[in-house]
Each structure stands twice: as structure tokens, then as C-alpha cells.
Antibody, heavy 122, light 107 residues
Framework: EVQLVQSGAEVKKPGESLKISCKGS????????IGWVRQMPGKGLEWMGI????????RYSPSFQGQVTISADKSISTAYLQWSSLKASDTAMYYC???????????????WGQGTMVTVSS | EIVLTQSPGTLSLSPGERATLSCRAS???????LAWYQQKPGQAPRLLIY???SRATGIPDRFSGSGSGTDFTLTISRLEPEDFAVYYC????????FGQGTKLEIK
């Protein structure tokens, strides 16, 4: 079964750092772009960026460039999303998702992780 | 950046009725690279339609997508109780952007 499994919920304080993960299985992890999508409480979906685990080529939405870092470790089929200094406004559900077609840089997302809830509060 | 505007914001219908959801782009979406997703409370989004009109794996044929250029439509021919959810469009012809969503609620 093709699936993405994300790390568990996090509660952090403003200014702290955080790295959440997304582990792929059941397919060739290095051949499909993986994206990250933010959903703030009660709001819609926002595309944050994508990474190609095969060579770690990464692209960011202008809205998130410089705010987060996307990375991947292909040896363990895992993608990451990290923050160096969290803000209260980073409180949201974060989803990883796989592109529909192998190698396509712009694509729909066909496989989604279950989401990781990040809560930032003092 | 291509901005997607979905309408209506909320659609109230009864099971068995036909639902028509609209997604309008601020500029033409190349090669009809337009997708639709369904999201139920507490769940991740699910891909329904890609390439404007191709159903994703396992999606019932009551869901259909149409359109090109700047105007796209998701149609649900006969609503089932499980279809009441929030629906998002997404374009992937120029970077990636999502619409703000349409909530389909039971009347």
C-alpha cells in the first residue's frame, strides 16, 4: 500500500525550533515530488513548497520562502518540514502529499499524510 | 500567481440532488492543469479530479469535472450522504495554488 505517515502532534513555545517528518512507503520514494500544505484552524489549504527526494531539488511558495525549510533523507524515505523560530501564527495542521505522476514538478497530490498538528503557544 | 476563486462559498442541497461547484482562475490555467479535492472534518484532503476532467483512482462516476482556460466546474450528479464536505480546486499549471473552498452542506 502506498502511504505517507507523518509524525505526531507537537506543542511548542514561540521562538522554539521544530522539525516534523513524513515517511513514504509502498512506492519509489525518490521518484515523486513531495509537497507540504498548511491548513490553519478553520481555514483553507495553502501550498508551502515541494521537494524531489531523488536529488533534494526544492521549490518554495513565495509566501513561505525563508519561513520554513523543506528537506529529505532518501535513505530512510522521509521528508521534513522545519522551523528555526516558531510563532503563534504557525499554529496549524500540516500535511505532506505526493505528486500524482513520477517526476512531474507541477502536479496534483494523490497521496496525503494524515497531518501533523502544530500548536505554538506561550 | 494565479488566484482561484470558488463559488458559492456554501451550497445547501439535499441527498439525491445535483451539485455544481465553480472555480474561476485569474488567468488561464495551462493544459487544464486543474484538480479538485474533497475534505471531510478531521481528515486529509482526497483527490477527486485531475487534469480538469480525469477521475482519480476509486472515485465514483457521479463526480465529474469540466472546463478549460479560466472556468472550471465540479459536478456531483446525485448527492450521497457521504458527499457533504468541503471541496477545493487547485491549479498546477503555474506554480501551485488552491481555491478558498466551497462547503457543501445538507439542506
Amino acid at each position: 500500500e502506498v502511504q505517507l505517515v507523518q509524525s505526531g502532534a507537537e506543542v511548542k513555545k514561540p521562538g522554539e525550533s521544530l522539525k516534523i517528518s513524513c515517511k513514504g512507503s509502498g512506492y519509489s520514494f525518490t521518484s515523486y515530488w513531495i509537497g507540504w500544505v498548511r491548513q490553519m484552524p478553520g481555514k483553507g489549504l495553502e501550498w508551502m513548497g515541494i521537494i524531489y527526494p531523488g536529488d533534494s531539488d526544492t521549490r518554495y511558495s513565495p509566501s513561505f520562502q525563508g519561513q520554513v525549510t523543506i528537506s529529505a533523507d532518501k535513505s530512510i524515505s522521509t521528508a521534513y518540514l522545519q522551523w528555526s523560530s516558531l510563532k503563534a501564527s504557525d499554529t496549524a495542521m500540516y500535511y505532506c502529499a505526493r505528486h500524482l505522476s513520477s517526476g512531474w514538478i507541477l502536479d496534483a497530490f494523490d497521496i496525503w499524510g494524515q497531518g501533523t498538528m502544530v500548536t505554538v503557544s506561550s | 500567481e494565479i488566484v482561484l476563486t470558488q463559488s458559492p462559498g456554501t451550497l445547501s442541497l439535499s441527498p439525491g440532488e445535483r451539485a455544481t461547484l465553480s472555480c474561476r482562475a485569474s488567468q488561464s490555467v495551462s493544459s487544464s492543469y486543474l484538480a479538485w479535492y474533497q475534505q471531510k472534518p478531521g481528515q486529509a484532503p482526497r483527490l477527486l479530479i485531475y487534469g480538469a476532467s480525469s477521475r482519480a483512482t476509486g472515485i465514483p462516476d457521479r463526480f465529474s469535472g469540466s472546463g478549460s482556460g479560466t472556468d472550471f466546474t465540479l459536478t456531483i450528479s446525485r448527492l450521497e450522504p457521504e458527499d457533504f464536505a468541503v471541496y477545493y480546486c487547485q491549479q498546477y499549471g503555474s506554480s501551485l495554488t488552491f481555491g478558498q473552498g466551497t462547503k457543501l452542506e445538507i439542506k
